[in-house]
């Protein structure tokens, strides 16, 4: 079964800017590319830092106050200095936060999540840009179509990673929602199928109808677990 990296749904295809580039080249460049944001690079092209349209707006809020102006900071400056920033390195944000080409969908909107990000520069491990992956590309992997993701789990998640007998589970889909029947021997396996499905990529819920023989779940030694009764499909 493949596993869905940020590499699968990232562009490739990024708009950066040096951190030299005036405020006009900014807001230029994302007003022409239709984005509101966008990384600030180094000489060497790793990521420094990333400008938004929230760091623009600050010229707007704070047009003719005057704030002293500290080239490239390491820190980060307030919005009355981004207000008087003049550079990309005067306006970006820094530092920022990254993510690798190999990390899993799961972990990555996590990392948004947590970090109140819409985006993710992605990163080589010298640190290069070399893609960038927002909260709509990692929906892409809902628009998977069901026929695959049938295939994906019938045949990579059900025969190959838990070897159950091609008839032993019927796999139907549509629209991302999985409906699991058939009968497995223990209850712990039908629980563990239903884990797995619903953690494969693109799958939005699962209907479990598995039937089951014995209830392993139980202590042992329980009255339950002495005579277990079949669980219906």
Same mark, same amino acid.
């Given at each position: 079964?493949?596993?869905?990296? !940020? %590499?699968?749904?990232? $562009?490739?295809? +990024?708009?950066?800017?040096?951190?030299?580039?005036?405020?006009?080249?900014?807001?230029?460049?994302?007003?022409?590319?239709?984005?509101?944001? +966008?990384?600030?690079?180094?000489?060497?092209?790793?990521? +420094?830092?990333?400008?938004?349209?929230?760091?623009?707006?600050?010229?707007?809020?704070?047009?003719?106050?005057?704030?002293?102006?500290? #080239?490239? /900071?390491?820190?980060?400056?307030?919005?009355?200095?981004?207000?008087?920033?003049?550079?990309?390195?005067?306006?970006?944000?820094? /530092?920022?936060?990254? $993510?690798?080409?190999?990390?899993?969908?799961?972990?990555?909107?996590?990392?948004?999540?947590? #970090? =109140?990000?819409?985006?993710?520069?992605?990163?080589?491990?010298? *640190?290069?840009?070399? *893609?960038?992956?927002?909260?709509?590309?990692?929906?892409?992997?809902?628009?998977?179509?069901?026929?695959?993701?049938?295939? &994906?789990?019938? &045949?990579?998640?059900?025969?190959?990673?838990?070897?159950?007998?091609?008839?032993?589970?019927?796999?139907?889909?549509?629209? *991302?929602?999985?409906?699991? %029947?058939?009968?497995? &021997?223990?209850?712990?396996?039908?629980?563990?199928?239903?884990?797995?499905?619903?953690?494969?990529? =693109?799958?939005? =819920? +699962?209907?479990?109808?598995?039937?089951?023989?014995?209830?392993?779940?139980?202590?042992?030694?329980?009255?339950?677990?002495?005579? !277990?009764?079949? %669980?219906?499909?």
């Amino acid at each position: 079964m493949r596993n869905w990296t !940020v %590499r699968d749904v990232m $562009t490739t295809e +990024v708009a950066a800017v040096p951190e030299d580039a005036t405020y006009r080249a900014v807001v230029d460049l994302l007003a022409a590319r239709g984005i509101s944001a +966008v990384p600030v690079v180094d000489v060497a092209g790793r990521v +420094v830092g990333v400008v938004s349209e929230a760091d623009l707006v600050y010229k707007v809020e704070f047009a003719g106050a005057v704030a002293r102006r500290r #080239k490239y /900071p390491t820190r980060r400056r307030s919005p009355r200095e981004k207000g008087g920033a003049r550079v990309a390195g005067e306006l970006m944000s820094s /530092p920022v936060v990254t $993510t690798g080409p190999q990390t899993s969908l799961h972990a990555a909107a996590r990392l948004m999540t947590e #970090k =109140g990000v819409k985006r993710l520069p992605v990163v080589a491990e010298d *640190g290069t840009l070399i *893609g960038i992956v927002s909260r709509a590309d990692l929906l892409k992997v809902h628009l998977r179509p069901d026929e695959e993701l049938r295939h &994906d789990i019938a &045949d990579g998640l059900l025969l190959r990673t838990l070897w159950l007998e091609p008839l032993a589970v019927e796999v139907a889909v549509d629209g *991302g929602l999985v409906t699991l %029947r058939g009968r497995l &021997d223990r209850r712990s396996l039908a629980e563990l199928t239903v884990k797995l499905v619903a953690a494969v990529p =693109g799958v939005v =819920g +699962v209907e479990d109808h598995l039937a089951y023989g014995l209830d392993d779940v139980e202590p042992p030694g329980s009255r339950r677990n002495r005579a !277990v009764p079949s %669980r219906p499909a």
